[in-house]
């Protein structure tokens, strides 16, 4: 097949799998669209195709997080409370996911380096990663945010973004700096408004997330 046939092959197994994702979130649809994304890639190695499989990745993890957690709270009322220690063939699944998203998203930017959304690519692994205490996670995260502002430094989204993951790790100041930096770009950005909001309550600043919510 000459190369336009198959970027074509490629886009219509990408469209497949997206129109997937988008109707049937149950795990047969998931891992059927993961199919069609690696079926994409046999045709043509685009990052956007290392990014679609990333994000089935994150879409697996947080599906297996949530099931860890209903557990624990349906053992936690049969057991009167007791702290319960999560399956071990989940905790390393969830680590394999991780891990294998990782490869992706470094993919993706090798792929393409100047495509910033690469970079936001890796970073939303790596911070799911730092959601579960995994070392170095929120350093990388960090790292490839930076590398995402460098190669578009105009866009509140990213930095809305920084906030939030500075904010998972308690650092609120680092985070009201980086939705004041989001604001600058994109003053009636609600989203960062609301954020900041909330910032403000968790910082007992009720009268400053009052006025926040006023300007929203």
């Known amino acids: ?3 336009y046939a198959k970027k074509a092959l490629a886009i219509y197994f990408f ?3 997206i129109k997937e994702l988008n109707t049937n979130t149950a795990p047969e649809g998931i891992d059927l669209a993961k199919t069609k994304f690696m079926k994409a890639l046999s045709w043509d190695s685009s990052d956007v195709y ?4 990333s994000e089935v990745n994150i879409i697996k993890v947080n599906k297996l997080i949530q099931e ?11 057991n009167s409370g007791q702290e319960q220690v999560p399956d071990p063939k ?22 393409d380096p100047t495509n910033y959304y690469n970079y936001i690519s890796q970073a939303r692994i790596s911070e799911l990663a730092a959601s579960m205490k995994i070392p ?15 190669l578009n430094p105009y866009n509140p989204g990213i930095y809305l973004s920084l906030a939030k993951l500075e904010a ?24 960062a408004i609301f954020f900041l909001a909330q910032i403000q309550v968790n910082n007992g600043q009720i009268k400053d997330a009052i006025t926040s919510v006023q300007v929203a």
């Open 136 to 150: 170095n996670a929120y350093e990388g995260a960090k790292t490839s945010y930076a590398s995402a502002i460098s």
């Open 68 to 78: 860890i957690q209903k557990k624990a709270v349906e053992n936690s009322a049969q």
């Open 90 to 111: 989940v905790t390393e699944q969830i680590m394999a996911l991780v891990k294998e998203a990782v490869e992706y998203t470094n993919k993706a930017v090798v792929a």
């Open 168 to 191: 998972s790790q308690n650092k609120l100041p680092e985070a009201q700096e980086y939705i004041g930096r989001s604001l600058q770009l994109k003053q009636n950005y609600i989203e």
């Open 15 to 17: 469209q497949s799998g």
């Open 50 to 53: 290392y990014q679609a499989l």
């Open 1 to 3: 097949l000459g190369l």
